[in-house]
């Protein structure tokens, strides 16, 4: 035990030392939490849109009106023929462009009927298609604004509420992905890292030919990380509560064990590529291309998993960090107990198992 | 010249002889684009709705039709009570429920007027607006032909309506890999020459063979030169793998000038090489010029416009984007491949890339010491 407690000291050193690798393991966190939540959204603000008006009169001016007034779309300029349209797009920063006739508010007045045309740069598909739509639901509100003056019957009225997320911020979409990412960045990253490189300048070695049990010499290799870790954890969860205003809803307890058990899940993973990789290059490279990008892509939290084709969704369910993301969304946000994602729990846990059993399996104490 | 010549000899023999690095180099970039455009899609469709009829009459039943019909929901479940619908969204199967009260339809009739309860599961907000943005389109399109139903057709619209049409340019199809390939090829040329770039000279360094060049007459300029030349054309291998990959799986074609792609393309290479040259100077091990490679990088792709629009971000955030490199050139891939912009579109992203090129690259000459 004492010998234990020495080798993790030694990697306590180590980790200690290097004092940029250890701004950034902090670093990155926090800057994730303020880009994830301050700077990204998908939400659609400030679109810069164009407007033809070639009838000018008053339904038109109400209309521009009201679509300047809305959140989601800034006036960039009036043009006055729609053949200036496509030079817009092509220059980049116009995503929408909306024509209305001559004539539309007589249209509208007398023969109940009148047309409008939006045009969209659909190079991105979906913003495109979100612009179209909140544009046209503008223009019912204001149709809408034209029946009640009218009194129409059978009026059927959606109630919408908005459950866990009444704002629609993105905050309780992200976090616990963030969480997910930065666990899986400093626990595989830097376990294979610190492993191999032991291999690489030749001090493994040593190690081996020392009385202390190879395992255990891996064992306290991951200590230090599983601490760091754990402040990662508590730093995003500060971060989320006092920053982001958003509260933790389940029990905190129970948001520790399970990330303590993801975190064991990552080291397991960072020890199977540190047995089998020989080079500190190669190894961070596996760790970057083969885990990082997964753990984006396959925990949900960027991209709905229900959308992709069904290989991939297969694929996605040995991705450990995606049951991760469900257990801490179910605890932290939906604020539920321990009997809503037993299941997810015992997967992670039989991917952790296999995982350790596995490296042990491929774990050499020759070296060639 | 000869030195550089010799220079170059001899980092081109040191990537040929790292299969594991050549192998990522060739097999990294294909396979992320084969996965990456399939997997990263927004486009909202397969909404879960559990449906709570509790006035089970022909108005409801063709409402509901209604919404199963049109392509954006999937019946998650048919339930009794709303309590056993929200269970199904608290267990992830549903993202929202729609409750018809009973007397919906006598209600509608009698009263001219009635309500329906929508509730979402708004922890993804984006989804969660959307769908109730579909839903309530179906809702008023159901509406209005109810209220056709009813009313004694005349000569004119009994209401004033507006007719909207709308036409997408550039993709009519709303193909979303059009939009995702171009810039997810960006991103990777990045990823790829910003690492490499960065845990080269570092390894020199912790291996201790930088000494051995630091006693040679070997000029900062040579060497730099040296270290840079390789992954320029490394980088131009990536790109145009990508490009042949973009071509013959998603069969996407540039519509503006390749040779202006790839101008574009050599200026940027220089910037991101020197930004990884930079790190490299300035890192004491390999795991630390990894780290903070990545952490760069990380900002650049998450804040160059790929996945989420460059136009929704705050006004601070807008200014730290000017700062990143890869910002111009996902909106240069994206203008030139999909808009056919030509060099007058992207003059502006040609010069600040040049003058990112510069800086970078003087900065990394700067800091490189030959003496310890």
Same mark, same amino acid.
């Given at each position: 035990?004492?010998?234990f407690?020495?080798?993790?000291?030694?990697?306590?050193?180590?980790?200690?030392?290097?004092?940029?690798t250890?701004?950034?393991?902090?670093?990155l966190?926090?800057?994730?939490?303020?880009?994830?939540?301050?700077?990204?959204?998908?939400?659609?603000?400030?679109?810069?849109?164009?407007?033809? +008006?070639?009838?000018?009169?008053?339904?038109?001016?109400?209309?521009?009106?009201?679509?300047?007034?809305?959140?989601?779309?800034?006036?960039?300029?009036? &043009?006055?023929s729609?053949?200036?349209?496509?030079?817009?797009?092509?220059?980049?920063?116009?995503?929408?462009?909306?024509?209305?006739?001559?004539?539309?508010?007589?249209?509208?007045?007398?023969?109940?009927?009148?047309?409008?045309?939006?045009?969209?740069?659909?190079?991105?598909?979906?913003?495109?298609?979100?612009?179209?739509?909140?544009?046209?639901?503008?223009?019912? +509100?204001?149709?809408?604004?034209?029946?009640?003056a009218?009194?129409?019957?059978?009026?059927?009225?959606?109630?919408?509420r908005? *459950?866990?997320?009444?704002?629609?911020?993105?905050?309780?979409?992200?976090?616990?992905?963030?969480?997910?990412?930065?666990?899986?960045?400093?626990?595989?990253?830097?376990?294979?890292?610190?492993?191999?490189?032991?291999?690489?300048?030749?001090?493994?070695?040593?190690?081996?030919?020392?009385?202390?049990?190879? &395992?255990?010499?891996?064992?306290?290799?991951?200590?230090?990380?599983?601490?760091?870790?754990?402040?990662n954890?508590?730093?995003?969860?500060?971060?989320?509560?006092?920053?982001?205003g958003?509260?933790?809803?389940?029990?905190i307890?129970?948001?520790?064990?399970?990330?303590?058990?993801?975190?064991?899940?990552?080291?397991?993973?960072?020890?199977?590529?540190?047995?089998r990789?020989?080079?500190?290059q190669?190894?961070? *490279?596996?760790?970057?291309?083969?885990?990082?990008?997964?753990?984006i892509l396959?925990?949900?939290f960027?991209?709905?998993?229900?959308?992709?084709?069904?290989?991939?969704?297969?694929?996605?369910?040995?991705?450990?960090?995606?049951?991760?993301?469900?257990i801490?969304k179910?605890v932290?946000?939906k604020?539920?107990?321990?009997s809503?994602?037993?299941?997810?729990?015992? &997967?992670?846990?039989?991917?952790?198992?296999?995982?350790?059993l596995?490296?042990?399996?491929?774990?050499?104490?020759?070296?060639? | 010249?000869?030195?550089?010549?010799?220079?170059?000899e001899?980092?081109?023999?040191?990537i040929?002889?790292?299969?594991?690095?050549?192998?990522?180099? &060739?097999a990294?970039p294909?396979?992320?684009?084969?996965?990456?455009?399939?997997?990263?899609?927004?486009?909202?469709?397969?909404?879960?709705?559990?449906?709570?009829? @509790?006035?089970?009459?022909?108005?409801? @039943?063709?409402?509901v039709?209604?919404?199963?019909?049109?392509?954006?929901?999937?019946?998650?479940?048919?339930?009794?009570s709303?309590?056993e619908?929200? @269970?199904?969204?608290?267990?992830?199967?549903?993202?929202?429920?729609?409750?018809?009260?009973?007397?919906?339809?006598?209600?509608?009739?009698?009263?001219?007027?009635?309500?329906?309860?929508?509730?979402?599961?708004?922890?993804?907000?984006?989804?969660?607006?959307?769908?109730?943005?579909?839903?309530?389109?179906?809702?008023?399109?159901?509406?209005s032909?109810?209220?056709?139903?009813?009313?004694?057709?005349?000569?004119?619209?009994p209401?004033?309506?507006?007719?909207i049409?709308?036409?997408?340019?550039?993709?009519?199809?709303?193909?979303?890999?059009?939009?995702?390939?171009?810039g997810?090829?960006?991103?990777?040329?990045?990823?790829?020459?910003?690492?490499?770039?960065?845990?080269?000279?570092?390894?020199?360094?912790?291996?201790?063979?930088?000494?051995?060049?630091?006693?040679?007459?070997?000029?900062?300029?040579h060497?730099?030169?040296?270290?840079?030349?390789?992954?320029?054309?490394?980088?131009?291998?990536?790109?145009?793998?990508?490009?042949?990959?973009?071509?013959?799986?998603?069969?996407?074609?540039?519509?503006?000038?390749i040779?202006?792609?790839?101008?574009?393309?050599?200026?940027?290479?220089?910037?991101?090489?020197?930004?990884?040259?930079?790190?490299?100077?300035?890192? +004491?091990?390999?795991?630390q010029?990894?780290?903070?490679?990545?952490?760069f990088?990380?900002?650049?792709?998450?804040?160059?416009?790929?996945?989420?629009?460059?136009?929704?971000?705050?006004?601070?955030?807008?200014?730290?984007?000017?700062?990143?490199? *890869?910002?111009?050139?996902?909106?240069?891939?994206?203008?030139?491949?999909?808009r056919?912009?030509?060099?007058? +579109?992207?003059?502006?992203?040609?010069?600040?890339?040049?003058?990112?090129?510069?800086?970078?690259?003087?900065?990394?000459?700067?800091?490189?010491?030959k003496?310890?």
């Open positions: 035990m004492k010998q407690l020495i080798f993790v000291r030694k990697e306590f050193a180590h980790v200690l030392r290097d004092r940029k250890l701004l950034i393991l902090f670093g966190p926090v800057v994730l939490i303020i880009i994830f939540g301050f700077a990204l959204t998908n939400e659609i603000k400030n679109t810069k849109i164009i407007i033809v +008006d070639y009838a000018k009169d008053l339904a038109t001016q109400k209309l521009i009106n009201k679509i300047e007034s809305s959140p989601y779309f800034e006036l960039e300029k009036s &043009i006055r729609h053949q200036e349209i496509e030079a817009a797009f092509r220059e980049g920063k116009i995503k929408l462009a909306v024509v209305f006739p001559a004539n539309f508010n007589t249209d509208l007045a007398h023969l109940h009927q009148a047309q409008l045309q939006i045009i969209a740069d659909a190079s991105d598909p979906n913003t495109a298609n979100t612009l179209t739509n909140y544009l046209t639901m503008i223009v019912l +509100d204001y149709q809408a604004e034209l029946m009640q009218n009194q129409v019957p059978y009026r059927i009225i959606p109630e919408t908005m *459950l866990y997320n009444p704002q629609l911020k993105g905050a309780p979409n992200f976090v616990p992905g963030v969480m997910a990412l930065v666990l899986m960045l400093v626990c595989v990253m830097m376990t294979s890292i610190s492993i191999v490189k032991e291999k690489e300048l030749g001090t493994m070695e040593i190690l081996l030919v020392s009385p202390f049990r190879p &395992i255990l010499v891996i064992l306290a290799k991951a200590v230090p990380y599983l601490l760091l870790s754990l402040l954890v508590i730093t995003i969860l500060l971060l989320s509560v006092f920053v982001l958003l509260p933790i809803k389940g029990s307890l129970l948001l520790f064990a399970e990330s303590t058990l993801f975190i064991i899940t990552s080291l397991a993973l960072g020890l199977l590529i540190s047995v990789t020989e080079s500190q190669t190894a961070m *490279l596996i760790s970057l291309m083969g885990m990082l990008l997964p753990t396959f925990s949900g960027m991209f709905p998993i229900e959308n992709m084709p069904l290989p991939l969704q297969l694929i996605s369910n040995v991705v450990p960090s995606k049951w991760y993301y469900q801490v179910a932290m946000i604020g539920l107990g321990f809503a994602i037993w299941q997810e729990t015992l &997967i992670l846990a039989g991917i952790t198992i296999f995982l350790i596995v490296s042990l399996k491929n774990f050499k104490i020759r070296l060639a | 010249m000869r030195t550089l010549l010799f220079l170059l001899k980092e081109f023999r040191q040929f002889r790292n299969r594991t690095l050549l192998a990522i180099i &060739i990294v294909v396979v992320q684009l084969l996965i990456l455009p399939l997997a990263a899609n927004y486009e909202v469709k397969n909404i879960a709705i559990a449906l709570v009829d @509790q006035d089970h009459s022909s108005y409801s @039943q063709k409402l039709s209604r919404i199963t019909a049109s392509g954006y929901f999937r019946l998650a479940g048919y339930n009794r709303y309590k619908a929200y @269970q199904l969204i608290e267990s992830d199967q549903a993202d929202l429920v729609l409750e018809i009260p009973a007397g919906f339809e006598r209600n509608l009739i009698r009263e001219n007027q009635q309500e329906l309860f929508l509730a979402v599961n708004a922890i993804n907000g984006v989804k969660a607006n959307l769908g109730g943005v579909y839903l309530s389109k179906i809702i008023t399109d159901y509406n032909d109810i209220r056709l139903q009813w009313l004694q057709p005349s000569r004119y619209n209401i004033p309506l507006i007719e049409t709308s036409s997408n340019w550039f993709n009519p199809y709303l193909n979303y890999q059009l939009f995702m390939v171009p997810i090829l960006a991103m990777l040329v990045t990823m790829i020459s910003g690492y490499l770039s960065a845990l080269n000279i570092v390894k020199e360094k912790e291996v201790g063979t930088i000494e051995q060049i630091n006693v040679t007459p070997i000029k900062k300029h060497f730099i030169l040296g270290k840079l030349i390789p992954f320029w054309i490394l980088g131009f291998v990536t790109f145009t793998l990508g490009l042949l990959v973009a071509w013959l799986v998603y069969g996407i074609t540039p519509a503006g000038n040779g202006l792609l790839y101008a574009f393309l050599a200026l940027y290479l220089l910037a991101v090489l020197g930004f990884g040259l930079l790190i490299s100077t300035y890192s +004491d091990t390999q795991q010029a990894m780290f903070v490679a990545f952490f990088i990380i900002i650049f792709a998450l804040m160059g416009g790929l996945f989420t629009p460059i136009d929704s971000m705050p006004e601070w955030a807008r200014a730290v984007v000017r700062f990143n490199p *890869l910002s111009y050139f996902i909106d240069v891939m994206r203008m030139v491949v999909l056919g912009s030509g060099f007058k +579109d992207i003059q502006y992203h040609l010069g600040i890339i040049a003058l990112f090129a510069v800086i970078l690259n003087g900065w990394a000459m700067l800091n490189y010491k003496t310890t």
